[in-house]
């Protein structure tokens, strides 16, 4: 077939067509056509010349041209596609390196095997073009509620036709007692879209917390006004769900209008998720006040707060455990979700029984090591002395509060205490040089002669050993994995050493070695001040407008 005989309007004819069938601007499925063409083409003249096609996008014409540039005479490796400046010369005036020469040549007889080798370009840049729409038009629609009919299932995996695409929800995304037939309508939350070779992916799900955000948001007028704002959601797919709303308008319940008029808000909401229980829990900034609505239904009697190690522990009544933790654990569960603290549930005869073994090992304490009977020491515990280092180093005026204590008694407290004190640390210092710490260690200021031996039994010896540590090896710290948080033990964390102490200890020693230079800490101490003045200023300017 000869490009020439055929009738010129009909390329534009069919490239309007297949553009409007793809949904996909007509310009792209002219550009494959002129590319299909260059590619037949060259199979007619040569791979190795630079045949190049343009349509006429009015009249539907195809010209042929032949492109040669003009390169350095030590640079010619294609004598088909280029050419020295001597050469040109005889095609063009004053030719450079870089100048084109094009020329136009005869259109190409497309036998069976052209005609076949074109349509496979011009599908493939079709379904490019194709792929490349369907990202721009689902990439900013990630995290939002699509609707969309059910065209398939595959291996437990729906494919979901949305329009001008196709999506998945994958079988761990779907709530659990669903399943589908073709046709069926399925309302999906975009979690992400992604592209890939053979496309662009829209995956979907049912079970996301921000699912049931966004259709909270399509039932309450007021949070998609922003007058109420959801905070948190943690769900159980399918089974229980509580989510955390707070109100910015005094006059407005955040709690009665999630739930709306005798139930119908939140009855949409659950009638869309299988009939999966919903809490509302009003927000609270006072974290141990959220997590005593959060444990509801369950009645909390005391919470106390581990904020360093993100940790909650909760007592209740004995009655209530059952119900505080729920059913498989999965009230205490949810809770911590929403919280984002791990949880502690204990009853009230548990941490009687706590607090009574701590009261007791503390009296013993005092018993041993001040030579008191079980009386007076358990007046110590009682006026909140844990240590000894309480005793010995307590104002004077704070020991004589106690029944039956005068400055004589006092005084012969701290004395007992201290010089317990003395024999510990130089017990612990003997040990420590015998297990081969050196002067360098035992030396550094910030460390005590218990520390010193504990650092020694890890095979910490030298001050160059306890440089080389990390912060959270001396002080301990947290580590989530798979979600969840595990205890990492740090060689100082007896002695109740925070983080920040660890590493002003570490980047003194350091210092002290010669490792790091002193005038870079002070450096980047004021960038950090003056970033934390200007974020200060930023907020005063933020109140005062």
Not at 62 to 74: C, K, P, S
Not at 347 to 371: A, G, H
Not at 448 to 455: A, C, G, K, N, Y
Not at 530 to 541: A, H, N, R, T, W
């Amino acid at each position: 077939m000869a490009i020439t005989s055929a009738n010129q309007l009909e390329l534009l004819q069919t490239a309007e067509a297949v553009a409007r069938e793809k949904m996909i601007d007509p310009g792209l499925v002219v550009e494959a056509m002129e590319e299909s063409l260059a590619r037949a083409a060259k199979s007619r003249y040569g791979s190795e010349m630079d045949i190049r096609v343009s349509i006429d996008r009015k009249t539907g014409r195809a010209t042929f041209t032949r492109v040669r540039t003009v390169v350095d005479e030590d640079e010619l490796e294609n004598y088909q596609a280029e050419m020295t400046v001597d050469q040109a010369k005889q095609y063009l005036d004053d030719p450079k390196i870089g100048d084109t020469f094009v020329e136009e040549v005869p259109p190409v007889e497309m036998g069976r095997i052209a005609a076949q080798s074109a349509k496979q370009v011009i599908l493939q840049k079709v379904r490019e073009a194709e792929r490349d729409r369907q990202f721009e038009e689902f990439k900013d629609r990630a995290g939002t509620i699509i609707n969309g009919v059910v065209k398939r299932e595959e291996y437990g995996n729906v494919i979901v036709d949305v329009g001008r695409g196709e999506g998945i929800l994958r079988r761990n995304e779907k709530i659990g007692r669903e399943s589908y037939r073709n046709g069926d309508r399925i309302r999906c939350f975009i979690k992400d879209v992604r592209r890939e070779t053979r496309g662009p992916q829209i995956f979907l799900s049912r079970t996301a917390p921000e699912f049931m955000a966004e259709l909270f948001k399509m039932e309450v007028p007021e949070i998609y006004d922003g007058i109420i704002e959801i905070k948190a959601v943690a769900r159980d797919p399918g089974s229980r769900a509580k989510i955390a709303v707070i109100s910015y308008d005094g006059s407005i319940d955040p709690v009665g209008a999630c739930v709306g008029m005798r139930g119908s808000r939140v009855q949409a909401v659950v009638n869309e998720l299988q009939g999966e229980k919903i809490d509302i829990i009003p927000w609270n900034e006072d974290v141990p006040t959220f997590l005593v609505n959060a444990l509801q239904p369950a009645e909390v009697s005391k919470v106390v707060l581990d904020e360093d190690a993100e940790r909650i522990e909760v007592v209740v009544p004995d009655e209530q455990l059952s119900l505080a933790i729920g059913r498989r654990g999965q009230n205490v569960r949810l809770a911590s979700q929403l919280t984002g603290l791990d949880i502690d549930i204990m009853t009230e005869e548990e941490e009687s029984q706590r607090r009574q073994k701590e009261f007791e090992e503390r009296t013993q304490l005092f018993m041993d090591t001040l030579d008191l009977d079980e009386f007076f020491a358990q007046l110590l515990v009682a006026e909140g002395f844990t240590t000894l280092e309480e005793v010995a180093y307590v104002e004077l005026d704070e020991l004589l509060v106690i029944d039956g204590v005068d400055e004589g008694t006092a005084a012969e407290l701290q004395t007992r205490a201290r010089e317990n004190l003395e024999a510990q640390a130089k017990a612990a210092l003997e040990n420590a040089r015998a297990l081969g710490a050196d002067d360098s260690l035992i030396e550094f200021e910030g460390l005590t002669p218990q520390m010193v031996e504990v650092l020694a039994k890890d095979g910490v010896k030298t001050l160059e050993d306890f440089a080389t540590c990390a912060d959270w090896e001396l002080a301990g710290g947290w580590t989530t994995v798979d979600g969840e948080r595990h205890k990492d033990e740090g060689l100082l964390e007896p002695f109740e050493m925070s983080l920040e102490e660890a590493q002003h200890l570490v980047m003194t020693a350091r210092v002290l070695l010669g490792w790091v230079d002193p005038t870079e800490l002070e450096d980047d101490a004021e960038e950090g001040a003056e970033e934390g003045e200007g974020d200060d200023l930023e907020g005063l300017e933020e109140e005062q407008a």
